[in-house]
């Protein structure tokens, strides 16, 4: 499978579909839990190349919100995402996930 990532304004899109925007130093990527979560290690896995990525353009922390009733938002630093762990399962490029429960919590 050939990587394709592209910058266009704050968008971030990987192999042609838009998973985040970058706002200065922080990386925002919208997830739906039924769709995104990675229940084995109970967070939201984010490709090892859009990481890489996100770490030669200055990005600092990532945040990403949970799209679901409660409106929650999700934020570490990108460094921490970059020292998760890594899988690559169900066909999916290598992909880097830390637990929510070290990250920090912000509900609306």
């Given at each position: 499978m050939?990587?394709s990532l ?8 990987f ?7 970058v706002?200065?130093?922080k990386?925002?990527?919208i997830?739906?839990?039924d769709?995104h ?8 896995p ?8 996100l ?6 922390f990532?945040?990403i ?16 995402y970059l ?6 399962e169900?066909g999916f490029e290598g992909?880097?996930?830390i637990?929510?429960k070290?990250?920090s919590?912000?509900?609306r």
């Amino acid at each position: 499978m050939s990587d394709s990532l592209q910058r266009i304004g704050s968008s971030v899109i990987f192999n042609n579909k838009l998973v985040g925007n970058v706002y200065g130093s922080k990386y925002v990527s919208i997830r739906r839990p039924d769709k995104h979560f990675f229940r084995k290690g109970k967070g939201y896995p984010v490709s090892d190349v859009v990481l890489k990525y996100l770490d030669g353009v200055g990005v600092g922390f990532v945040v990403i919100i949970e799209q679901s009733s409660e409106c929650k938002s999700f934020k570490c630093k990108l460094s921490d995402y970059l020292k998760g762990s890594l899988i690559s399962e169900g066909g999916f490029e290598g992909q880097r996930f830390i637990p929510l429960k070290e990250m920090s919590l912000t509900t609306r």
